[in-house]
């Protein structure tokens, strides 16, 4: 099963930014479509963005909209978050994935990212 690597996060102030990377290990075909997740404490997943192949489809709800940019390297088999405007709301563990999700997702360890003052 694929396993994926999450990196990038960090503590930041309100209204920084930053790149959160994932690469993709393990059976590393590539997929379709690629989406960042998010998991705030004691909370349910919920996607951030997510990205097709070609890399010219991307969606992104509400919440993160103009603040957050999906980007991939298919050469590299990596995805990128870019967040920028980040507020205490973002809070959370970030993780990568297929999309849509499998009946039984692997999750990565994901990266922690904390927007505090």
């Known amino acids: 099963q694929v396993q994926f690597v999450e990196s990038g996060g960090g503590l930041v102030q309100p209204g920084g930014s930053l790149r959160l990377s994932c690469a993709q290990v393990?059976?590393?075909?590539?997929?379709?479509?690629m989406a960042w997740f998010r998991q705030p404490s004691g909370k349910e997943h919920e996607l951030v963005a997510n990205?097709?192949?070609?890399?010219?489809?991307?969606y992104y709800p509400d919440s993160v909209k103009g603040r957050f940019t999906i980007s991939r390297d298919n050469a590299k088999k990596e995805v990128y978050l870019q967040m920028t405007s980040l507020t205490p709301e973002d809070t959370a563990m970030y993780y990568c994935?297929?999309?849509?999700?499998?009946?039984?997702?692997?999750w990565g360890q994901g990266t922690q990212v904390m927007v505090s003052s």
């Open positions: 994935n297929t999309f849509p999700l499998p009946s039984h997702p692997t």
């Open positions: 393990e059976h590393a075909a590539n997929h379709y479509f």
């Open positions: 990205i097709n192949w070609i890399g010219d489809v991307t």
